[in-house]
């Protein structure tokens, strides 16, 4: 199923932006453009949005503060910056910030569109896996509070013994509670199964992870 979300472009400069619209329309690429941080925002949805290209110097919120605000939400999008200063300190922030990449203008549409490509396929392989932990979250659901105890213990590489004695039930009920985990995680061996606590967030005995 082809990726049908938006490269987003936000630049103050309208002959730059046009031009970068331009650019990713030819190449086929899905794009929405805006002058301004603050516009971006207005219309932002993160599950329609593949990839952000952000000018660093605009009128209002500049696009580090843009930046450092996603990543306050826990936004995953992808970000490449565009500038015309050469501002090396201004690079590594954004670099450190998360950003895949720093183009200084002008840049080559080659350029543009391999680092596009590049976001993309970032932005590809973090949708699938948050989707692949969705599912992993609906099954460690169905997990009854007992069993999520006793799923912590086994992820804290307790064994069967230990683990009863702790909870104060017997070696066979510590069993039939893992096997019971196996089945409704969909795990083949104890190993995935503790990979699978693990990327569901379990922290806390009894509690559900973070979603």
Do not use: W
Not at 82 to 91: A, F, I, L, T, W
């Amino acid at each position: 199923m082809p990726d049908t979300r938006f490269v987003c472009v936000v630049d103050d400069d309208r002959a730059v932006r046009d031009s970068m619209l331009m650019m990713l329309n030819t190449a086929g690429y899905p794009v929405k453009a805006f002058a301004t941080a603050e516009e971006f925002l207005e219309e932002y949805v993160p599950e329609e949005t593949a990839c952000l290209i952000l000018d660093i110097r605009m009128p209002g919120k500049s696009g580090l503060e843009l930046q450092e605000h996603l990543n306050s939400v826990k936004s995953k999008v992808p970000v490449v910056f565009v500038s015309g200063h050469g501002d090396v300190p201004v690079s590594v922030r954004a670099i450190k910030g998360g950003a895949l990449d720093f183009l200084e203008k002008p840049f080559s549409r080659e350029t543009l569109l391999r680092r596009v490509q590049e976001a993309l396929e970032i932005s590809h392989r973090r949708r699938a896996s948050e989707q692949e932990r969705k599912k992993l979250l609906q099954r460690f659901d169905r997990l009854t509070p007992r069993e999520r105890e006793v799923l912590l213990h086994v992820v804290a590489g307790r064994q069967n013994k230990e683990i009863a004695r702790l909870l104060e039930i017997s070696y066979r009920t510590v069993e039939l509670h893992r096997t019971r985990m196996m089945e409704k995680m969909s795990a083949q061996s104890l190993p995935e199964l503790v990979a699978m606590a693990v990327r569901c967030g379990v922290h806390e005995i009894g509690a559900p992870p973070n979603s």
